[in-house]
Structures are given as structure tokens and as C-alpha cells.
């Protein structure tokens, strides 16, 4: 069954702390996203990926790192740097730069 | 700064055609609209896209203007499965398929 996993569904980070969001695609795309979706808000572009060993800031960047090690897989840490992490975070992968396509997310909340 | 915007809220009733405008007068020539949608807690799901002409698939329909400054996407025949918050967005092919989402529209289809 192919598609797009985000784990866990919910992740709670204390203060200080670093997470890591996971990622998995089994549809061999090239190109790999992440979102962030505040309340009531559009998506806002995080990192994205267009191969493996590179990525690219999106428009929000700061206290977030990426990597990029394997085709299937894209992690987004959220660093204790990210002073507002509360928020719905979506992944998405695309076959080169055409049409992406949505993982069910994962809803990030602060002890 | 480059701006997609939609209305906040619609309603249409079951079973007639939902019209759900998206302002864009700032695309550029190789920027495309693409628009999904979102049903609460849940990743976006790809709805339809378009560059220049009109485009139709099972799921709706796409108008675009001829200056390209706006568009539509119709639901024909609208069912309460179709409530959820619908999201225009502008993204160039080559350009690392960035997307930048509008705020959304959530559309409440009414029996």
C-alpha cells in the first residue's frame, strides 16, 4: 500500500528539548517538504528536499534542521532554537517538482 | 510581499455547485494554481491544477481567468463529504515545486 507515513500522531516537547518528526515515503518521489500549519492559517513552507544529501531552506527555516540520507525518508528535528513549536506539521513528496502530495501530519504541543 | 487570498467561509447547499473563488493578481507567467483541500486534523488532499486554461477532472472544475489574476474551483454537484477547508496555491515547477498557500476558505455544505 503505497503512500506517506508521519509518526508519531501526536509529540509532546518540554522546554529545551529537541524532537524529531518522521517522514517516510514509499512512491518513489524525488522531492520531499515540510509545512508547519498554525490554527486558522495556510501551510508555511519549513525545508524541502529535491534529491538525496541536499535541501533547501523554505520561508521558515530558523529553528529547524532537515536531513536527507535515503530517498524514502525526510526527518525535521524541531530545536529547543524554535521558540513556538506549537503547530500541525505536514510532509508532502512529489515526483520531481510536479503535483505534491500530503502525509496525515503530526500535531506538536509543548509541556 | 506576493499574496494569495480567499474568503474566510462559504456555505452552498447539497446538491448544487460550489464556487469557491481564489485572488491571485500577483502570479507570475510560470506560476501555476493548484488547489487542495483539508478535512479537519488531516493532511491536504490534491483536488486540481492549471496553468493557463480551464481544467476538469472527477473531482472538479478549474476557470481561470485570461490575466491570469484569479480563479475558481467548482464542486458541480456538492455533498456534505465535501465540507472541509479548501486552499488555493501558486507554485512554479522550477523552482524546487515550492508551493505558497492562500489562508483557505472552509466551505460548509448544508442538507
Known amino acids: 500500500d503505497g503512500g506517506i507515513t508521519q509518526s508519531p500522531k501526536y509529540l509532546f516537547r518540554k522546554e529545551g528539548q529537541n524532537v524529531t518528526l518522521s517522514c517516510e515515503q514509499n512512491?518513489?518521489?524525488?522531492?520531499m517538504y515540510w509545512y508547519r500549519q498554525d490554527p486558522g492559517q495556510g501551510l508555511r513552507l519549513i525545508y524541502y528536499s529535491q534529491i538525496v544529501n541536499d535541501f533547501q531552506k523554505g520561508d521558515i527555516a530558523e529553528g529547524y534542521s532537515v536531513s536527507r540520507e535515503k530517498k524514502e525518508s525526510f526527518p525535521l528535528t524541531v530545536t529547543s532554537a524554535q521558540k513556538n513549536p506549537t503547530a500541525f506539521y505536514l510532509c508532502a513528496s512529489s515526483i520531481s517538482q510536479e503535483t505534491q502530495y500530503f502525509g496525515p501530519g503530526t500535531r506538536l504541543l509543548v509541556l | 510581499d506576493a499574496k494569495t487570498t480567499q474568503p474566510p467561509s462559504m456555505d452552498c447547499a447539497e446538491g448544487r455547485a460550489a464556487n469557491l473563488p481564489c485572488n491571485h493578481s500577483t502570479i507570475s507567467g510560470n506560476e501555476y494554481v493548484y488547489w487542495y483541500r483539508q478535512i479537519h486534523s488531516q493532511g491536504p488532499q490534491y483536488i486540481i491544477h492549471?496553468?493557463?486554461n480551464n481544467e476538469t477532472n472527477e473531482m472538479a472544475s478549474l476557470i481561470i481567468t485570461e490575466d491570469r489574476k484569479s480563479s475558481t474551483l467548482i464542486l458541480p454537484h456538492a455533498t456534505l463529504r465535501d465540507t472541509a477547508v479548501y486552499y488555493c496555491?501558486?507554485?512554479?515547477?522550477?523552482?524546487?515545486?515550492?508551493?505558497?498557500f492562500g489562508q483557505g476558505t472552509e466551505l460548509s455544505v448544508k442538507p
Open positions: 496555491a501558486r507554485g512554479i515547477y522550477n523552482q524546487g515545486g515550492k508551493l505558497i
Open positions: 492549471g496553468l493557463k
Open positions: 512512491l518513489n518521489h524525488d522531492a
